[in-house]
């Protein structure tokens, strides 16, 4: 009988000649795909036959790394190539929202002032001040700053 002791064995990588192409695309895009080419790199080396460890010396990465995207592939196939959803709380303030409070913010003026607050207008849109300056700040809206140079009229 077999112990099953000591480090897992390696499963086998079998690339087909289409996932070969789509690897090959993807390993070539530009900087906007980093981390999609930089795991392509690394399957279509694992595919030459090459060991965890040399194709992480190669590639300049740790062999955790590319035993990691080595069994994510074998699992899922390319589509196991991509970024999987981070963690965290979904947003509560949809884009009907957000949409309303740039729209506010660039269109309308509030009675009896020159430009919106962000407790003025979270006071109108029922968000939170901080919400409306965080849309305000991700969308580099300073409803404050006037848009040109004004004379003064006061003669000198």
Same mark, same amino acid.
């Given at each position: 009988?077999?112990?099953?002791?000591?480090?897992?064995?390696?499963?086998?990588?079998?690339?087909?000649?289409?996932?070969?192409?789509?690897?090959?695309?993807?390993?070539?895009?530009?900087? &906007?795909?980093? /981390?999609?080419?930089?795991?392509?790199?690394?399957?279509?080396?694992?595919?030459?036959?090459? /060991?965890?460890?040399?194709?992480?010396?190669?590639?300049?990465?740790?062999?955790?790394?590319?035993?990691?995207?080595?069994?994510?592939?074998?699992?899922?196939?390319?589509?196991?190539?991509?970024?999987?959803?981070?963690?965290?709380?979904?947003?509560?303030?949809?884009?009907?929202?957000?949409?309303?409070?740039?729209?506010?913010?660039?269109?309308?003026?509030?009675?009896?002032?020159?430009?919106? &607050?962000?407790?003025?207008?979270?006071?109108?849109?029922?968000?939170?001040? &901080? &919400?409306?300056?965080?849309?305000?700040?991700?969308?580099?809206?300073?409803?404050?700053?006037?848009?040109?140079?004004?004379?003064?009229?006061?003669?000198?």
């Amino acid at each position: 009988m077999e112990s099953r002791r000591g480090r897992p064995k390696k499963h086998e990588l079998a690339v087909s000649p289409a996932q070969r192409v789509e690897l090959e695309r993807i390993a070539r895009q530009s900087r &906007s795909a980093r /981390s999609a080419a930089f795991r392509a790199r690394i399957i279509l080396e694992c595919a030459g036959g090459a /060991s965890n460890a040399a194709v992480a010396a190669k590639l300049r990465t740790t062999g955790f790394t590319v035993g990691l995207w080595r069994n994510r592939f074998i699992a899922e196939g390319v589509a196991g190539l991509g970024d999987e959803p981070r963690p965290g709380a979904p947003r509560e303030i949809g884009d009907e929202k957000i949409e309303r409070v740039v729209r506010l913010t660039l269109e309308k003026t509030p009675k009896g002032a020159t430009h919106w &607050s962000s407790r003025m207008l979270a006071s109108k849109t029922g968000l939170s001040q &901080s &919400s409306i300056s965080r849309i305000w700040r991700a969308f580099g809206l300073k409803p404050h700053r006037a848009e040109g140079f004004q004379l003064s009229k006061i003669p000198c």
